[in-house]
Structures are given as structure tokens and as C-alpha cells.
């Protein structure tokens, strides 16, 4: 595919299966954008909350169809699991063993790889909860958490309802607002960035790219770059390869482009 429009495509935390997902903007995102290689750097079907209440529209089977062919069709896709979708746990454990991904279809599932830019630089690509302390050592209160985070999420979806019928066009996450503005939140962002950069110097690899915490970041920590792909719950991010090499966020904002395609 060297008619792609970018070499690599990053893209993390999609959560199918939740009220929260924003299946349609990432539907359009794929829509419009194509890659030789799609990473999905975990927690894309979140089975943690499908395991106690079914929820899946027909949006979210349309984002897995478009994958699927995607798949079929030349892109090389890659599943790295995350903690919303432990059903590849013991797919991770079995790669562990023999240092290589397990094909489901077209699509390798893994517990993390490496990429490779085209300028030679070496990616470390995984979720990240495995440095998450919570996660580690408190999974009762990442659930605890989780029940608080889908309450602001329902709470902002109201405001974000309320702002459209007074005519407001206003994109603003009542979550992200929450999440960055409270001191131990910002603390443990930071730390998280910081443990996974450390374990990347200490592989030896130039950078890592993760998910999981939900906070689309790129930076220079030592001498690692530090990437994190972001989400498609609020802020609907994606890192991407350019074909020289060049390492980018990408902030989709749908609205807009639907209102394109309706005025065309």
C-alpha cells in the first residue's frame, strides 16, 4: 500500500462495547485516513463492562467490519492487549513463551512488539497497565474507578446535549477537566509517563508508544520519546508514522467533517 496516507497508524482505548465509545467519529477517522500498519495498543473491546451489561450498537460492529477489511485488504493489523480486554491474557502468556504474535485471522494478537520507524528508530508499543500501581496491586479500586469515570462521562454527555440544544458549539470534557485539574490525577499521569520512559531506556529502545490512561501525549523524557495515543471516549486521538519518519497526534474533530460531507 504506497499509496497510504500514513506508514503507521496508532490508535488506543476505543472501549466498544460502552455508552462512552465514540464509534462514529472513529469509524470516519478510518474512513479518511489509511496506513500500511494499524496498531490497536489495547483496550479496544471493553469486556469488562459488556461481562455486566450488554451494550453493542450497530456502530461498533461497523468499527470491527471496517478493521476486519482493512486487514484483508494489505494493512497489516496488530492487536496489543490491554486490561479491558482479558480475554487475551492467556494469548499473551502463550507469546510470551515463544516470542512471537498469534494470527486471529488477519490480525496478530500480542502482548507488545516493537516497531520500527523508517528513519530506524525503535518503538517499544504496548497498553501500559502493567505500570499502572492500581492496576497491579489495587484491581478493586480501578474498578471503583471505573464506575466514577463512566458517571462523569454520563454527566458530560448531558452537558455536551445541553450546550447543542442552546446552540452552543463548544467541545469540552467535563472528565478530562476533572482528570487534569486534580493534583494526584496530574501526579500519577506524570509518574506513569516516567516509569514506562525508565523501562524503555532500560530495553534499550528510543521511545515508547502506550494507551491506557486516556491523555494523548508526546514528549522528550531523558532520552526517550514518550508517545500515548490518547482515546476515542473523549478526546479521539491517533499517533501516527508519517512516510518520513515524523511522529504526530492527531485531534479528530467529526462534527465538522460530517457538516462537509452534508454540504457537499
Given at each position: 500500500m504506497n499509496d497510504a496516507r500514513y506508514r503507521a497508524i496508532f490508535i488506543s482505548d476505543v472501549h466498544l462495547g460502552t455508552r462512552g465509545c465514540q464509534a462514529d467519529r472513529l469509524l470516519d477517522f478510518l474512513r479518511e485516513h489509511s496506513c500500511e500498519q494499524l496498531y490497536l495498543v489495547g483496550d479496544i473491546i471493553d469486556l469488562w463492562r459488556l461481562k455486566r451489561r450488554w451494550y453493542w450498537p450497530r456502530s461498533h460492529?461497523?468499527?470491527?467490519?471496517?478493521?476486519?477489511?482493512?486487514?484483508?485488504?494489505?494493512?497489516?493489523?496488530?492487536?496489543?492487549?490491554?486490561?479491558?480486554?482479558?480475554?487475551?491474557?492467556?494469548?499473551?502468556?502463550?507469546?510470551?513463551?515463544?516470542?512471537?504474535?498469534?494470527?486471529?485471522?488477519?490480525?496478530?494478537?500480542?502482548?507488545?512488539?516493537?516497531?520500527?520507524?523508517?528513519?530506524?528508530?525503535?518503538?517499544?508499543?504496548?497498553?501500559?497497565?502493567?505500570?499502572?500501581?492500581?492496576?497491579?496491586?489495587?484491581?478493586?479500586?480501578?474498578?471503583?474507578?471505573?464506575?466514577?469515570?463512566?458517571?462523569l462521562l454520563w454527566l458530560n454527555h448531558s452537558l455536551q446535549r445541553l450546550f447543542r440544544v442552546l446552540g452552543v458549539r463548544y467541545q469540552w470534557s467535563l472528565s478530562a477537566y476533572v482528570k487534569y485539574h486534580v493534583k494526584r490525577a496530574v501526579q500519577f499521569i506524570n509518574d506513569y509517563e516516567s516509569l514506562l520512559a525508565e523501562q524503555a531506556l532500560r530495553r534499550h529502545y528510543d521511545g515508547v508508544i502506550c494507551g491506557h490512561i486516556h491523555h494523548a501525549e508526546k514528549k522528550q523524557i531523558a532520552a526517550v520519546q514518550y508517545y500515548n495515543s490518547g482515546d476515542w471516549v473523549e478526546s479521539c486521538t491517533a499517533l501516527v508514522e508519517h512516510h518520513d519518519g515524523r511522529m504526530e497526534i492527531l485531534h479528530w474533530n467529526p462534527p465538522l467533517v460530517l457538516e462537509k460531507r452534508q454540504a457537499a
Open positions: 460492529n461497523t468499527v470491527i467490519q471496517k478493521i476486519l477489511r482493512m486487514a484483508r485488504n494489505g494493512v497489516r493489523v496488530s492487536y496489543i492487549r490491554g486490561n479491558h480486554d482479558p480475554i487475551f491474557e492467556f494469548l499473551s502468556e502463550l507469546i510470551l513463551t515463544d516470542n512471537s504474535a498469534i494470527p486471529f485471522g488477519d490480525i496478530e494478537i500480542m502482548g507488545e512488539c516493537v516497531h520500527q520507524t523508517v528513519d530506524g528508530r525503535r518503538f517499544w508499543v504496548i497498553h501500559g497497565d502493567q505500570f499502572d500501581a492500581a492496576m497491579r496491586y489495587a484491581r478493586w479500586l480501578t474498578h471503583l474507578g471505573d464506575h466514577g469515570y463512566t458517571a
